[in-house]
């Protein structure tokens, strides 16, 4: 009984106790949560929080707009949070400096130069199907008299970041109040917390990649432990690796990659220090006198494609045919299907590849980069593949480059876009030995290359360069415009109606080397230099085209080769896919130079050998390496 009782006092003082503390548990909770309600309501009063909120949220929303804008053609990221992770700490990190800067100012011209390299990058990526760098800056003024060309690509889509940032500009003005301390404990914490996110990021991006150093390290050393946590703790390690792959390898498809796993800010930051890479890598190289490095497969391979490198006495042999060669600006091989209205767009065209001798391939992929009009010309001339980053016209211009136009007793250039694509530069080293440029139309394009034709020295060598077709295809002031479908599209109905202008000036060309005899043996090369229609707006054009039944349908774009030779005994079709590389071999096969010590990256279409073929991507490794070692002026004296 006794021990009943003891029993029972012991537990009614524990049941006081436990609500001694359960009420002091109370307290402390209620008084937290006084204090956190007084903080609050302080902070509702901070302009600097609440700037800091409106503004992070306001890059956030720019940056998402710029996700779904661009329609990228590899996978999502991993995860859900690995979408939005990059996007909320790179927000954070440009907002935190509200904390530390008075007046609240300096955030709208930064939120406009958000927009600007936002809607910068969406007309860029629809134009060219690559985001702006540092090499594309660099090539702006080759845009000179061009840009106009971008306004086709504009939709009123890109005015939404602008709209917000005019809403943003009104609440500035509205609560702007410049603040009498700077908040250095709120700057630090989120810069904090902006690294541990991007810590968290780069973990789950480059976990192969640390695991892969970590299980091949021998030893434990001050370089291995770096080589094991940079991917972790270096922000711009992307940057870093693609430079190093870049200049070892020749490899280059990162750009893409990093905006689709982090956000077009961090690729701002990321791509100048890309460059920063690249340059200290070209410096080092020749400050070494150290050439990019050749595998030996890439030097067996290139052996290959080179005969008898010492001895070029075969470069004082004439060619069997004069050669004009046509650059057909945007040409696209659909233009040729037959469809509602196809009849009007290009006759003189359709009637030549109708005739005898002639190789008409209505699907060659389109090889050229970054260098549009200038990497078409090079990869015609030379048989060499562009570089993936910037243009090699640009960049290598003063290379030394084989090209068959050497052969030829004169050769002059037709340029009616001077100061584009550094024709001066190049032309010289592609063995061309006058240019002539001139301000006008593709009618006197072909007047000015008839006329050079008819006072050359034969076998003379003519290259003309169409502008017509350009975007964005003014086509106002051409007469005689072809009767085109109602319900197509009006972009593409000023793309064909420039097509058909500059097919009727073909035209004179066309009958002139039919039927003179001055004329009569040469072999007429038309080749569009790059496609212009790029994957957002063949999404465009989709409707139309299934309806149409035209292969724009598929997503799917090609540029035509046709090739007028006496050389050639009948008429040849090739329906199946070839490249814009295996131009370069097929003419020499036709002008009878095939034995030329270059043999290029492509393969001569009028071969049944294909044996010996090149992938793409190792034809772009080797000519990589061809141009950035300078190749030719180096190892074929």
């Known amino acids: 009984m006794k021990a009943f009782q003891t029993s029972t006092r012991n537990f009614s003082r524990n049941k006081r106790d436990l609500k001694n503390i359960f009420d002091q548990l109370m307290v402390n909770i209620i008084d937290a ?62 907002s935190s400096f509200i904390f530390v800067v008075k007046k609240k100012w300096w955030t709208i011209p930064a939120t406009l130069m958000i ?40 939709s009123w889509g890109e005015v939404v970041p602008l709209f917000t940032t005019l809403f943003y500009i009104l609440f500035v003005i509205k609560f702007n109040k410049p603040e009498i301390n700077r908040r250095w404990l ?75 796993q982090n956000t077009i800010v961090d690729y701002l930051f990321a791509d100048l220090s890309f460059f920063m890479y ?32 010492l ?51 209505p699907q060659l992929k389109s090889q050229a980069l970054q260098g549009n009009s200038g990497d078409g010309q090079m990869i015609v001339l030379t048989g060499i593949l562009p570089l993936k980053v910037g243009a090699a016209c640009r960049l290598y211009g003063n290379n ?60 003379f060598f003519l290259l003309g360069i169409t502008t017509a077709s350009h975007s964005p295809f003014n086509c106002e002031n051409i007469i005689n415009k072809p009767d085109l479908p109602k319900d197509m599209p009006a972009t593409l109905q000023n793309y064909l109606t420039c097509v058909n202008y500059t097919d009727r000036a073909l035209g004179k060309l066309i009958s002139l080397i039919e039927t003179d005899p001055k004329w009569t043996n040469t ?58 590389s295996d131009i370069y071999p097929t003419i020499l096969n036709l002008i009878g130079e095939k034995d030329y010590y270059w043999k290029g990256v492509g393969h001569d279409i009028l071969s049944e050998d294909d044996s010996n073929r090149l992938s793409e991507e190792t034809g772009y490794r080797i000519s990589d390496i061809i141009i950035r070692n300078n190749y030719f002026e180096k190892y074929q004296k």
């Open 33 to 94: 949560i006084t204090r956190i309600q007084k903080k609050w309501s302080s902070l509702k009063h901070d302009s600097s929080f609440i700037f800091f909120i409106v503004f992070a949220a306001l890059i956030f929303v720019k940056l998402f707009y710029f996700q779904f804008s661009i329609e990228f053609p590899s996978t999502r990221p991993p995860s859900i949070s690995l979408f939005f992770l990059p996007k909320i700490a790179i927000s954070l990190f440009v």
């Open 115 to 154: 927009d600007i390299w936002i809607i910068g990058n969406i007309i860029y990526y629809r134009a060219s199907g690559f985001f702006i760098n540092i090499d594309a800056l660099q090539m702006v003024d080759n845009m000179q008299g061009f840009w106009d060309s971008i306004l086709i690509y504009f």
């Open 186 to 260: 709120f700057f630090f914490f989120t810069i904090f917390l902006c690294i541990c996110m991007r810590i968290f990021i780069n973990y789950f991006q480059h976990a192969l990649i640390v695991k892969d150093y970590w299980i091949r390290k021998e030893k434990t050393n001050v370089e291995s432990v770096w080589n094991t946590i940079r991917p972790i703790i270096d922000p711009q390690y992307d940057a870093y690796y693609a430079a190093r792959l870049y200049f070892n390898h020749g490899i280059l498809d990162w750009d893409k990659k990093y905006i689709l």
């Open 278 to 309: 690249k340059k200290y890598y070209t410096n080092r190289l020749k400050n070494l006198k150290h050439d990019v490095s050749i595998s030996n497969s890439d030097k067996k391979i290139i052996n290959n494609l080179v005969s008898n490198p």
């Open 311 to 361: 001895n070029q006495s075969d470069s004082s042999s004439l060619p069997k045919t004069n050669l004009i060669v046509i650059l057909f600006e945007s040409l696209e091989g659909w233009i040729f299907e037959h469809y509602d209205g196809s009849e009007y767009i290009a006759p003189n065209l359709k009637k030549l590849i109708a005739k005898e001798n002639i190789l008409f391939v």
């Open 400 to 459: 030394k480059y084989p090209n068959y136009v050497h052969f030829f007793k004169s050769s002059i250039t037709i340029n009616p876009a001077p100061g584009a694509w550094n024709q001066r530069v190049v032309n010289p080293n592609y063995g061309i030995k006058q240019l002539m440029e001139l301000h006008g139309n593709d009618e006197q394009m072909i007047d000015s290359l008839i006329a050079q034709g008819n006072n050359a020295e034969y076998p």
């Open 523 to 580: 072999t007429l090369v038309i080749v569009g230099d790059h496609t212009v229609f790029k994957e957002q707006m063949l999404d465009k054009f989709f409707n139309y085209a299934q309806k149409a039944d035209i292969s724009l349908k598929t997503k799917r774009n090609y540029i035509p080769l046709i090739i007028y030779s006496p050389k050639i005994t009948s008429k040849i079709l090739k329906k199946d896919i070839h490249y814009q």
